[in-house]
């Protein structure tokens, strides 16, 4: 069974930083893509930012020169960087792994997620 722990959300002043963990364990042959969503009350999730096993990176435009997204392969880890966060972060956090769980299910991918971790950024 694979599960993704979130760790680090909070309650920060505008223009302060958090930092956002996940770390994945259970049965795990290999984890593709991680990343970074939210949802804040009473809209969609979205995608923040995410990343692939090979570092490449991508954030949504809202969060751009603000969050920095990276990983940790060995420690099976995601991490969000947010400074500079602004009262329109406030949601909660959820992290999102790609994972083939087993050599025998390869390619075949599975999307896990985190338990989600609350932000709130007050102005």
């Known amino acids: 069974q694979v599960q993704l722990v979130e760790s680090g959300g909070g309650l920060v002043q505008a223009g302060g930083s958090l930092r956002l963990s996940c770390a994945a364990s259970g049965n795990i042959y290999r984890i593709n893509g991680m990343g970074w969503y939210r949802q804040a009350p009473g809209k969609q999730r979205e995608l923040v930012a995410k990343?692939?096993?090979?570092?490449?990176?991508d954030y949504v435009d809202s969060v751009k020169g603000r969050f920095t997204i990276s990983r940790d392969n060995r420690k099976k880890t995601v991490y969000l960087q947010m400074n500079g966060l602004k009262p329109e972060d406030t949601a909660v956090y959820y992290c999102?792994?790609?994972?083939?769980?087993?050599?025998?299910?390869?390619?075949?991918?599975?999307?896990?997620w985190g338990q989600g971790t609350q932000v709130t950024v007050s102005s």
């Open positions: 990343i692939t096993s090979d570092g490449i990176m």
């Open positions: 999102n792994a790609r994972i083939i769980p087993q050599l025998s299910d390869w390619p075949r991918e599975y999307d896990y």
